[in-house]
């Protein structure tokens, strides 16, 4: 059963209504049958394919290899059980220690100015939550931010579900000791309605919505079950209503009652279908301190969620990137990752009176200009001048 057949059995339905949410039709689909190929997974685990980022070396420096393997990711995610796991997805977890570091920092910082940043579906309390961790991170680090977002896992993972020139922004999480589990929801965008908005979106963008995002969290500490790891219900996203159904009671019972974890070791990371039925869970232990770095990945043709000043994150990061590249420190294919979780890859919206279109439809975007300085070897000075010109092109005054 592919995600959004659901609605095929009520053809010039234009419209859902939560009050029309059928359990027994959501469980249908859930216990449908599933044909997606996980023939690159090392493992499945409570319905989920585990994939061991160490044996893909060979795979990703192949264009048709890596084409097979994004391909795998995509029917999992679209029509399988909508969600994996990709262990050792940072085989090295210095990178992620160093952003642990830095991300403390930021919510000692931030609790000493009274700030404290409430979660979209758990109490206040024993949770830390960053807000806009992407921006803060580059701006604050520059060096770890690009040793982090170099991993070229995420490009990959990330371009299978929604091709390039995607927006990529993360919220920082952290469960201590006796953090309460959030309720079962769908995500951004339609996750993000109340039911009433929701309703007045068209049967389409029901089935759209899912393919606007990519939801993803990397693990900054060994979390075992008992830690609260995101709790998860497969091939929830195929229940094409489930947007408007999420918040019912009989809903979130059976979700509570059949809900899966997985424990994760630091340096995995799980990606999943924002339709997904999730809901990160509670941390039982007296010591564990759980660390996520949610990623919220958007599609260049949607809104994504946070406003960063990415042209401050590209001047921050280019001198980091220049240099290891010219020590040799730094691949081409990972220096691209890094910029494409830094710049942005869409051209629009521009001013195309002062912004015309250069060799083709589109103007240059400025991760195209990051990249174009990058191999030219300018020096940080020439980029942020180019910088500064390319954002005044896209103004209207």
């Avoid at 939801?215 to 075992?224: K, R």
């Avoid at 869970?281 to 946070?306: C, F, I, K, P, W």
């Avoid at 590249?325 to 002062?354: Q, V």
Wanted: glycine share 6%; net charge negative; aromatic share 10%.
């Amino acid at each position: 059963m592919k995600q959004g057949e659901g609605c095929v059995a009520k053809r010039g339905q234009q419209w859902y209504s939560e009050r029309d949410c059928s359990l027994n039709e959501f469980v249908a689909q859930l216990k449908a049958g599933d044909d997606c190929p996980t023939r690159y997974a090392a493992d499945i685990r409570q319905g989920i394919p585990v994939y061991d980022c160490d044996r893909f070396d060979d795979v990703v420096d192949d264009a048709s290899g890596l084409a097979r393997l994004q391909a795998e990711w995509a029917h999992v995610l679209r029509d399988g059980a909508g969600v994996l796991v990709l262990h050792r997805a940072f085989a090295d977890t210095r990178s992620v220690d160093a952003a642990t570091a830095v991300f403390e920092s930021i919510i000692r910082s931030e609790q000493q100015q009274g700030t404290r940043a409430a979660d979209h579906f758990a109490k206040a309390g024993a949770n830390d939550r960053i807000w806009n961790a992407q921006e803060k991170l580059c701006l604050r680090a520059p060096a770890v931010f690009a040793e982090y977002f170099s991993n070229r896992m995420l490009l990959a993972v990330s371009e299978a579900w929604l091709g390039p020139c995607y927006q990529m922004t993360s919220q920082v999480n952290v469960v201590r000791p006796g953090g309460d589990a959030q309720q079962a929801h769908r995500d951004y965008h339609l996750g993000f309605q109340t039911v009433a908005e929701a309703e007045r979106y068209p049967v389409h963008v029901h089935r759209m919505s899912p393919f606007l995002t990519l939801q993803g969290a990397v693990a900054h500490s060994d979390m075992p079950v008992e830690s609260g790891p995101t709790k998860l219900l497969p091939y929830s996203q195929r229940y094409a209503e489930g947007y408007l159904a999420w918040r019912r009671a009989g809903f979130r019972g059976y979700f509570e009652e059949h809900f899966v974890q997985l424990p994760l070791s630091k340096g995995d990371a799980v990606f999943f279908n924002p339709a997904l039925f999730h809901a990160a869970g509670a941390n039982r232990t007296a010591d564990v301190q759980r660390m996520a770095n949610l990623l919220q990945v958007s599609s260049a043709y949607g809104r994504a969620m946070e406003v960063l000043d990415r042209r401050s994150m590209c001047e921050a990061v280019y001198p980091v990137l220049r240099e290891r590249r010219a020590l040799g420190r730094i691949s081409a294919a990972e220096a691209a990752a890094a910029m494409a979780s830094c710049a942005e890859g869409y051209p629009f919206p521009t001013n195309l009176d002062r912004n015309p279109p250069v060799g083709g439809l589109a103007p240059e975007s400025q991760r195209e200009l990051m990249q174009r300085a990058l191999d030219e070897d300018w020096e940080p000075a020439r980029f942020t001048q180019a910088l500064n010109d390319h954002a005044s092109r896209s103004r209207t005054a």
